[in-house]
């Protein structure tokens, strides 16, 4: 399976950037697509999901600021995020909603927020 992140970069707090990830998964609108981030140190969490149908949910820290969004003619997931901070410097991955540690991750795509 292909889960191609992009879009990452250095960018000063306050800032935007624009994730996207790219995926080879067959039937891929009947999945739970989701962003999740791994900060050093830090287990990785879920940020953002959005069921097959669109629906979007966050977690709190990011509310008001992400917004995910979904192509599923293209197979692609993306992360558009406003007002970035220092504390959301990690690393992003896709992957589908309750992927687990085991699964395929892919590399993921940096995104580092200076103060």
């Known amino acids: 399976v292909q889960l191609q992140a992009s879009g990452g970069g250095l960018v000063q707090a306050g800032g935007s950037l624009r994730l996207s990830c790219a995926t080879s998964?067959?039937?891929?609108?009947?999945?739970?697509m989701a962003w999740y981030r791994q900060a050093p140190g830090k287990q990785r969490e879920l940020v953002a999901g959005?069921?097959?149908?669109?629906?979007?949910n966050y977690v709190d820290s990011v509310k008001g600021r992400f917004t995910i969004s979904r192509d599923n003619a293209k197979r692609t997931v993306n992360l558009q995020m406003n007002s970035l901070k220092p504390e959301d410097t990690a690393t992003y991955y896709c992957?589908?909603?309750?992927?687990?540690?085991?699964?395929?991750w892919g590399q993921g795509t940096q995104v580092t927020v200076s103060s």
């Open positions: 992957n589908i909603i309750h992927a687990r540690a085991t699964d395929y």
């Open positions: 959005v069921t097959g149908g669109g629906r979007a």
């Open positions: 998964i067959i039937d891929f609108d009947i999945f739970g």
